[in-house]
């Protein structure tokens, strides 16, 4: 199981979503990491052991993948943001099932957050997740990383706040 801190990008930690019409609902967070961060060698290293663990002939080309490069996963749509090449994102899901632990760590230990509004949930907030990884069949296949929860830490990473709609420009250009 790896722990990492990361720059969310985009969360539906407090509620679940489908991401199309026919899938299961689910938990889910994208992060933002800086591939210099001490977090994400090991977190590398365990994706690459299960990743060879799971297909030892290596990953097909078209499976999907919990962890890879911003460039790789959105480069080319219309939401790619330029500020963010060179950075890696990692992608976990829990079912509706299995909602996540959201927690910050306060004066008397670890509270629960049940505010999706609250500011230490928000894109661009640095957070650690604890998430595991495998490989699965079901599907096209791939790897992916289960969600089992997120602590907050109040700090705002060093792209500032992001927000996952497009920008007025692109919108009212």
Same mark, same amino acid.
């Given at each position: 199981?790896?722990?990492?801190?990361?720059?969310?990008?985009?969360?539906?930690?407090?509620?679940?979503?489908?991401?199309?019409?026919?899938?299961?609902?689910?938990?889910?967070?994208?992060?933002?990491?800086?591939?210099? =961060? /001490?977090?994400? +060698?090991?977190?590398?290293?365990?994706?690459?052991? @299960?990743?060879?663990? %799971?297909? $030892? *002939?290596?990953? !097909?080309?078209?499976?999907?993948?919990?962890?890879?490069?911003?460039?790789?996963?959105?480069?080319?749509?219309?939401?790619? =943001? /330029?500020?963010? +090449?060179?950075?890696?994102?990692?992608?976990?899901? @829990?079912?509706?099932? %299995?909602? $996540? *632990?959201?927690? !910050?760590?306060?004066?008397?230990?670890?509270?629960?957050?049940?505010?999706?509004?609250?500011?230490?949930?928000?894109?661009?907030?640095?957070?650690?997740?604890?998430?595991?990884?495998?490989?699965?069949?079901?599907?096209?296949?791939?790897?992916?990383?289960?969600?089992?929860?997120?602590?907050?830490?109040?700090?705002?990473?060093?792209?500032?706040?992001?927000?996952?709609?497009?920008?007025?420009?692109?919108?009212?250009?």
């Amino acid at each position: 199981m790896a722990t990492v801190k990361g720059i969310i990008l985009y969360q539906n930690i407090f509620k679940t979503h489908k991401v199309t019409p026919t899938s299961d609902p689910r938990f889910d967070i994208t992060l933002l990491l800086n591939p210099g =961060d /001490p977090d994400f +060698a090991p977190l590398k290293a365990e994706y690459d052991q @299960a990743a060879l663990e %799971s297909f $030892p *002939s290596g990953i !097909q080309a078209g499976k999907d993948v919990c962890l890879c490069p911003y460039d790789d996963k959105f480069g080319g749509k219309e939401y790619y =943001d /330029p500020r963010y +090449a060179g950075w890696w994102v990692f992608s976990s899901t @829990a079912k509706e099932d %299995s909602r $996540p *632990s959201v927690v !910050q760590n306060g004066p008397g230990g670890y509270e629960d957050l049940i505010d999706p509004s609250h500011a230490h949930c928000q894109g661009g907030m640095y957070v650690y997740v604890s998430a595991g990884i495998s490989g699965y069949t079901k599907g096209k296949g791939g790897m992916g990383g289960w969600l089992n929860g997120v602590l907050t830490t109040g700090e705002m990473g060093p792209l500032g706040p992001i927000v996952s709609r497009p920008s007025n420009e692109s919108m009212f250009a």
